[in-house]
């Protein structure tokens, strides 16, 4: 088991940037492949980005390829996105998930992938 807390979610205005973290608890954090995803009011949830176990393999929707950045510290339990050039469309809750899939290069980017879930950290943009 495994306990994922967002934070870092905010009101800030298109442009801006920031940085979101997702702390674990539980089993050896390099066991997890980590992805975050993201949920619009009256949308499904949605891929964000996504890092494998061994941090080296890294994937991102179109959505957001060259603004997002999705990192992780295995010696802190905790993965990070730092978000640049932020839009009115990015508005949305985002959720950090965790997947003990066994390779350790990796990447999911699919919400059944994922098996632990945390609570989501509400990140709006003002135009």
């Known amino acids: 088991q495994v306990q994922l807390v967002e934070s870092g979610g905010g009101l800030v205005r298109a442009g801006d940037s920031l940085r979101l973290s997702c702390a674990t608890s539980g089993r050896t954090f390099s066991s997890y492949a980590m992805g975050w995803f993201r949920q619009a009011p009256g949308k499904e949830r949605e891929f964000v980005a996504a890092?494998?176990?061994?941090?080296?393999?890294?994937s991102y929707a179109d959505s957001v390829k060259g603004r997002f950045t999705i990192s992780r510290d295995n010696a802190k339990n905790t993965i990070y996105r730092l978000m640049n050039s932020l839009r009115p469309e990015d508005t949305a809750v985002y959720y950090c998930?965790?997947?003990?899939?066994?390779?350790?290069?990796?990447?999911?980017?699919?919400?059944?992938?994922?098996?632990?879930w945390g609570q989501g950290t509400q990140v709006t943009i003002s135009s």
């Open positions: 998930a965790a997947s003990n899939f066994p390779h350790t290069a990796v990447v999911l980017t699919k919400t059944k992938n994922y098996v632990y």
């Open positions: 890092v494998s176990r061994s941090g080296l393999s890294k």
